[in-house]
């Protein structure tokens, strides 16, 4: 219902050009989206505009047939979908993803496994990153993506349960066996799908970054609401400047974070993405989003631990944005080697 609701009112497809039924505004827009749901509920902010997750790539890449037969589906809510490609044994080291997709006449048919998948039970249909061109000496020259109807035959999801957060969100494995796909679904060209992937990745860290952000400012209101109203030696906990001191720090990182995320999203509006930028913005947004809900814990003392205090569950929802859609460690040397390449 909420889902349902989200779509009347436009928050899900902001991003989708007018003529497919979106908004048209643009990825700054989305962040602001992001921030404002998960600073209330993560979980429920993600279920909701993760539903489009891969529409980006339809956008840069996909056919006009493919983008008037999927995208205004999205946006009216009459479908789901999801990008499958983290596999047990390919997180990180996207390049050697091995779920394939064989040539066979005018299909495609996929073999293989893919885990920790946004909407693999409930998508109506996911973009998945196969191996198709496993001869080609270039690592990153022998993946594509492909368009994937869930209800086609050889698709299989399982719920993946006893998520650490963001429980409200569907999470899943899926199984491919012998499922075929026209060739008409491939998204862009064969081959290309790493280097499609990494232009994704542009958009798609830059609101996991607006996650933090959002992350970050629900646990710094939840503080402040706190040591207005509790008190301790005859005196609001805001009275002591330590307290005082703390709540000006986690002020600081937020603001900090939210100009690196909006300035992320800006450059990306004007078809300008900045790699280097947004992974900065994505690994300190998330740092600081630890960072601020861990010393807002810590200000409400016992309570915080609590689920009757929303920062606990904050505490469980935030911990996942410092891996997903590219961990810390890999926005390090994403930003690294920019330095060094560049210099």
Known sequence: AIWKKACDLGFVGIFIDEKYGGAGYGFFEHC???EEFCAIDPGIGSAILATTLGSELLQMV???EQKQLL???LVSGEAIMGTAITEPDAGSDTASAATTAVSDGDDYVINGSKVMIGNGTVGTFMLVYCLTNPEVERKTARHSILIVETDRDGYKAEPMHGKMGLRASDTAAIYFNNCRVPRENLIGVEGNGFIQLMKFFDHSRAYVAAHGVGLAQGALDMAVKHVKGRKQFGRPLGAFQSTQFKIADMVT????????VYKSAWLLDRGKPDTKLTAIAKMYACHVAVEVVDES???????????DYGIEKLVRDLRVHQILEGTNEIMRVIVAR???KNR
């Open 71 to 73: 995208l205004p589906r």
């Open 253 to 260: 990182k937020v603001e900090t974070a939210r100009n690196m």
């Open 338 to 340: 920019d330095m060094l």
């Open 32 to 34: 602001l989206l992001n």
């Open 297 to 307: 814990l810590q200000l409400h003392g016992g309570y915080g631990y609590l689920a």
């Open 62 to 64: 996909g056919t006009e």
